[in-house]
């Protein structure tokens, strides 16, 4: 299984990114996905998950600015993140929680990060 995430950049406060990550390999069935991030000198902190019946969580920094999303048949998650603020700056890595085969258990896989920069 490969988790390929794409989507950052350089943006000026106020603007817009779409990260998207999309899995591959041995799929059976996906639960959860989400996004994690961390900022330099700081601790990885969750940013938003959703669950394959499409309910969405996220943390109390991003709410009413990020959105995520899902595509099932592509087996990709996307964060839509709009006005984006100088402390959104860190490295955001995806994941999610995989079923390989019908009889193995359900394990979380990451991707690798894509950086967002947001300057002020």
């Known amino acids: 299984v490969q988790l390929q995430a794409s989507g950052g950049g350089l943006v000026q406060a106020g603007g817009s990114l779409r990260l998207s990550c999309a899995a591959s390999?041995?799929?059976?069935?996906?639960?959860?996905m989400g996004w994690y991030r961390q900022a330099p000198g700081k601790q990885r902190e969750s940013v938003a998950d959703?669950?394959?019946?499409?309910?969405?969580n996220y943390a109390d920094p991003v709410k009413g600015r990020f959105t995520i999303s899902r595509d099932n048949a592509k087996n990709t998650v996307y964060l839509q993140t709009n006005s984006l603020k100088p402390e959104d700056t860190a490295v955001y890595h995806c994941?999610?929680?995989?079923?390989?085969?019908?009889?193995?258990?359900?394990?979380?896989?990451w991707g690798q990060g894509t950086e967002v920069t947001v300057s002020s």
């Open positions: 994941y999610a929680v995989i079923r390989e085969y019908i009889n193995t258990p359900y394990s979380r896989w």
């Open positions: 390999g041995s799929i059976f069935s996906i639960n959860v």
């Open positions: 959703i669950i394959s019946g499409s309910s969405a």
